[in-house]
Nanobody, 128 residues
Framework: QVQLVESGGGLVQAGGSLRLSCAAS????????MGWFRQAPGKEREFVAA???????YYADSVKGRFTISRDNAKNTVYLQMNSLKPEDTAVYYC??????????????????????WGQGTQVTVSS
């Protein structure tokens, strides 16, 4: 069983930056694909970014060029560096882990069904 804990959320002005972290308890973290999703009030949870176990990154079109996902396997942690933040980025951000350890097509990582474990989320609020 994997436990995920997000941190780094907060209030930031438009154009600012935040770095989210997700710490995992699993012993085989390096074999997990990791994803970030977000959910704004009244909206569906949406894909933000993912990084495979082979460290290939994937991004939603809405965040390409602004967000960067990375991982540090030695620390069992995945990061989401968010730059040039917009009010539309305001949401609760969740990290998720996929333990399947297989090669996947890119679209796989944008689906919530692909992930076995989820964190509790961290709030990101971007003021205009």
């Amino acid at each position: 069983q994997v436990q995920l804990v997000e941190s780094g959320g907060g209030l930031v002005q438009a154009g600012g930056s935040l770095r989210l972290s997700c710490a995992a308890s699993g012993r085989t973290f390096s074999s997990y694909a990791m994803g970030w999703f977000r959910q704004a009030p009244g909206k569906e949870r949406e894909f933000v970014a993912a990084i495979s176990w082979s460290v290939i990154p994937y991004y939603a079109d809405s965040v390409k060029g602004r967000f960067t996902i990375s991982r540090d396997n030695a620390k069992n942690t995945v990061y989401l560096q968010m730059n040039s933040l917009k009010p539309e980025d305001t949401a609760v951000y969740y990290c998720a882990a996929d333990s399947s350890f297989v090669i996947r097509r890119g679209s796989y990582y944008s689906s919530q069904r692909s992930y076995d474990y989820w964190g509790q989320g961290t709030q990101v609020t971007v003021s205009s």
